[in-house]
C-alpha cells in the first residue's frame, strides 16, 4: 500500500531517505488508543515519513486489522515485568541494539505504563525518544520516563500544570478520530436495521464504552438508570471487555436492580462505530479518583459522530467536551441522574444542537489529518537537532 523504499532530502538536512519512525504500544487487544495511534502515523506524509510498528504478541482483533494496513510490524517485547529488573536490564541492551540496527529516526512509544526501560535502550541506543502521555497518574516512575525523553505529547493541556512536564519539550496534541471517517462509516450502516437486530427499535439508545474497572463508574450509570423518572422506553449499551471480577460485579447489578430488559454489557467488540450510529446519548462517568481520563477516546468517537454526550467534570473530558452544562460532577450519582433526566426531557432538535456543537469542536481541535500535522512539525525539530 506505501512505498517504503523511495528516497528524499527533507528540507535542508542531510538526509537522503525518509525519516524512520518506530511506533510502540504493548497490544492490539482493542481498538482503543492503538487505534488512535494507528490513525496518527496513516495520517503522517509519507513522502516523508517511514512508520514501523513494535508490539509485544499478535494476539487480539484489532492486530488483524493493523496487520492489513501493511505496515511493517516488529512483534518484540520493550518493557520487562514489573519488579524484574535483572530481566529488564538485558532486554534494554539488547532492545539498544535492535534499534541501532534499524536506524529509526525517532521512536515514539503510546505505552500506558510507566516504563522506563525502553527509553533507557533508546538513550543507549542514541536514538530520540518521545511518548504521549495517556493517563492522569504521576510517580517516580513517570519522572524516570520523563527524564530521559526527548519530548512529551500531552493530551489535555491540564496535564502541563499537574506534572513536571517542561513546556519547552512537551505540546498538547488534542489526539483525536479522523473526523470524516467516523462520520462516512456512520452513514454507511443501516441503523434501522441495527436497532431492530439488537431489540431497540422503539427505545431510546443510551451508550457507554470503556474498559469495566471500576475507575470508569459504570455501576453509577447503571444505578442512575434505574432512577430516572420517565415516560421514555430506555436501553443503555456498555460496550466493553466484562470478562473479570469487576464485569462480573455489574452483571449482578442489571441483575438486582431488575434491569435485564433495559441494560445490555455486549463485552468486548470491535464494530463500537455500530453502537455509536445508533446511539441517543453517551455517557461517560468517570471517576475522579485513580487512573482519569487524559482523553476519553470512546467519548470522541462519539462526539465525532454528533451523538450528544455527557461526561465527568475531569481534565480529559474537560477538553474533549468542553461545554460546562453537559459535564457533571464526578462521583456524584444524583448529579448523573439529575444530567440524564434533563437531557432525556429534550426534542430531537435539541439533542441534534448539542451532538452539532460536539462534532464541530471535534474538527476544530481534534481532527487527525490537523493533529498528524502537528506531530510532523516537532518530529521535524528532533530530526534536525
Known amino acids: 500500500m ?8 527533507i528540507m535542508n538536512l542531510d538526509i537522503t531517505r525518509k525519516v524512520k519512525i518506530l511506533f510502540t504500544i504493548p497490544n492490539f487487544d482493542t481498538a482503543g488508543s492503538g487505534k488512535h495511534m494507528v490513525d496518527l502515523l496513516r495520517k503522517l506524509d509519507h513522502s516523508v515519513y517511514e512508520p514501523f510498528i513494535c508490539c509485544d504478541h499478535d494476539r487480539g482483533g484489532y492486530y488483524k486489522v493493523v496487520e ?3 505496515y511493517p510490524i516488529f512483534i518484540r517485547k520493550l518493557a520487562p515485568d514489573r519488579g524484574n529488573y535483572f530481566k529488564g536490564f538485558k532486554l534494554v541492551l539488547e532492545n539498544a541494539r535492535f ?8 521512536i515514539h512509544s503510546f505505552h500506558w505504563k510507566s516504563d522506563w526501560f525502553e527509553p533507557l535502550s ?5 536514538i530520540p525518544w518521545v511518548y504521549t502521555k495517556k493517563s492522569m497518574v504521576w510517580h517516580k516512575h513517570w519522572t524516570l520516563r520523563n527524564k530521559l525523553a526527548r519530548f512529551v505529547f500531552i493530551l489535555n493541556p491540564e496535564m502541563a500544570d499537574l506534572y513536571p ?8 496534541v488534542g489526539l483525536g478520530p479522523d473526523v470524516d471517517e467516523v462520520i462516512h462509516k456512520s452513514r454507511a450502516i443501516d441503523k434501522v436495521l441495527v436497532k431492530r437486530e ?3 427499535s422503539d427505545s431510546l439508545v443510551l451508550l457507554s464504552v470503556a474498559n469495566l474497572v471500576p475507575v470508569k463508574n459504570i455501576d453509577y450509570l447503571i444505578k442512575a438508570l434505574a432512577q430516572l423518572k420517565t415516560n421514555k422506553k430506555l436501553h443503555l449499551f456498555v460496550v466493553g471487555d466484562k470478562a473479570s471480577d469487576h464485569g462480573k460485579e455489574l452483571e449482578d447489578l442489571v441483575e438486582t436492580l431488575g434491569l435485564n430488559a433495559s441494560v445490555t454489557l455486549t463485552g468486548k467488540v470491535l464494530d463500537v462505530e455500530k453502537y455509536i450510529s445508533i446511539a441517543d446519548l453517551y455517557i461517560q462517568p468517570t471517576s475522579q479518583y485513580g487512573r482519569s481520563e487524559a482523553s476519553g477516546v470512546a467519548c470522541m468517537e462519539a462526539c465525532a459522530a454528533a451523538v450528544p454526550c455527557i461526561g465527568s467534570d475531569v481534565a480529559g473530558l474537560r477538553f474533549v467536551i468542553g461545554q460546562k452544562d453537559i459535564l457533571i460532577k464526578p462521583d456524584d450519582e444524583l448529579a448523573l441522574v439529575e444530567k440524564l433526566e434533563g437531557l432525556i426531557k429534550k426534542d430531537e432538535s435539541e439533542l ?3 451532538g452539532k456543537g460536539l462534532q464541530n469542536r471535534m474538527y476544530s481541535l481534534f481532527h487527525m489529518p490537523n493533529v498528524a500535522r502537528d506531530h510532523e512539525k516537532e518530529y521535524m525539530k528532533i530530526v534536525k537537532n
Open 2 to 9: 506505501y512505498d517504503f523504499n523511495s528516497n528524499l532530502v
Open 68 to 70: 492489513k494496513l501493511g
Open 99 to 106: 534499534f541501532r540496527e534499524n536506524k529509526f529516526d525517532i
Open 122 to 126: 533508546a538513550r543507549i541506543a542514541g
Open 165 to 172: 512536564i517542561s513546556p519547552a519539550k512537551s505540546s498538547c
Open 198 to 200: 439488537l431489540g431497540v
Open 352 to 354: 441534534k444542537a448539542i
